[in-house]
């Protein structure tokens, strides 16, 4: 029985920080920010102090061109965002402390890539086939087996859980579709919900909202 999306609407990363945070004012770290900038400009917009960070940042007042590591930032933030970064980070567990001593709430759009199975590889292959045949240059790889090789460094989901559980209290969680940011077809992600919701594919997305334990648990605790 595969685990069902609790909620398979359209809701960008944004507007979905947006409904975690605490009104504004409010400060806001974003991290791994990425060379587009991330979601900081639409907190900025909503009244909030950011700062984001990322060594590809842009430039520009929000932004700094550091890793987490290298952050050193006396003031306290009120919530952390981070948008399919934490998977890459190394280690996981010393970012984690950070980010949790940095402030109290973390807000992530996360990329569960060892949950593909089967069918949910041969649905992409196969989208990304008949994108490319219709010239509308998908952006991600071609072949899921070849990408895999290439990232095997990348934390599964369960590793992710079990690390961020260690310090946080979920209190939101949703699976929800991934693939269609790499197919940008113009149906992708409403397609990949439905599929999800048909219990036909796997959803390899997911959102998280968590508040900071008092006590730090042992990751093997939470497994
Ligand atoms: C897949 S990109 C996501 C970018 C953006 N958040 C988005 O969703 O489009 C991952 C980003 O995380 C950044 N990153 C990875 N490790 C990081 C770290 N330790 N500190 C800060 N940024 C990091 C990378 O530089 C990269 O830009």
């Known amino acids: 029985?595969?685990?069902?999306?609790?909620?398979?609407?359209?809701?960008?990363?944004?507007?979905?920080?947006?409904?975690?945070?605490?009104?504004?004012?409010?400060?806001?770290?974003?991290?791994?920010?990425?060379?587009?900038?991330?979601?900081?400009?639409?907190?900025?917009?909503?009244g909030y102090d950011v700062l984001a960070i990322d060594p590809a940042a842009p430039e520009g007042p929000l932004y700094r061109r550091v890793t987490l590591e290298e952050l050193d930032d006396p003031r306290p933030f009120d919530a952390v965002v981070a948008g399919r970064v934490l998977h890459h980070v190394h280690p996981l567990?010393?970012?984690?402390?950070?980010?949790?001593?940095l402030a109290p709430l973390l807000v992530l759009d996360e990329f569960a890539w060892n949950h593909m199975d089967e069918p949910t590889i041969d649905w992409y292959e196969s989208?990304?086939?008949?994108?490319?045949?219709?010239?509308?240059?998908?952006?991600?790889?071609?072949?899921?087996?070849?990408?895999?090789?290439?990232?095997?460094?990348?934390?599964p989901y369960e590793t992710l859980r079990a690390e961020v559980d260690a310090?946080?209290?979920e209190r939101d969680f949703a699976w929800r579709p991934y693939f269609y940011r790499w197919l940008r077809?113009?149906?992708?992600?409403?397609?990949?919900?439905?599929?999800?919701?048909?219990?036909?594919?796997r959803p390899i997305g997911f959102r998280y909202a968590g508040v900071r334990r008092e006590t730090v648990r042992s990751p093997a605790d939470e497994r």
């Open 167 to 169: 310090r946080y209290e």
């Open 93 to 101: 567990g010393a970012a984690l402390d950070k980010l949790a001593g």
């Open 1 to 46: 029985m595969r685990r069902a999306c609790a909620r398979l609407t359209v809701v960008d990363f944004k507007e979905y920080a947006l409904s975690q945070l605490e009104p504004p004012p409010g400060r806001v770290l974003e991290v791994g920010c990425g060379h587009e900038g991330g979601i900081a400009p639409a907190l900025a917009a909503a």
């Open 127 to 155: 989208q990304h086939r008949l994108l490319e045949a219709a010239d509308r240059d998908p952006h991600g790889p071609h072949d899921i087996g070849h990408w895999r090789e290439q990232h095997a460094d990348l934390h």
């Open 185 to 201: 077809g113009p149906a992708s992600e409403a397609l990949e919900a439905g599929l999800i919701a048909a219990d036909a594919i």
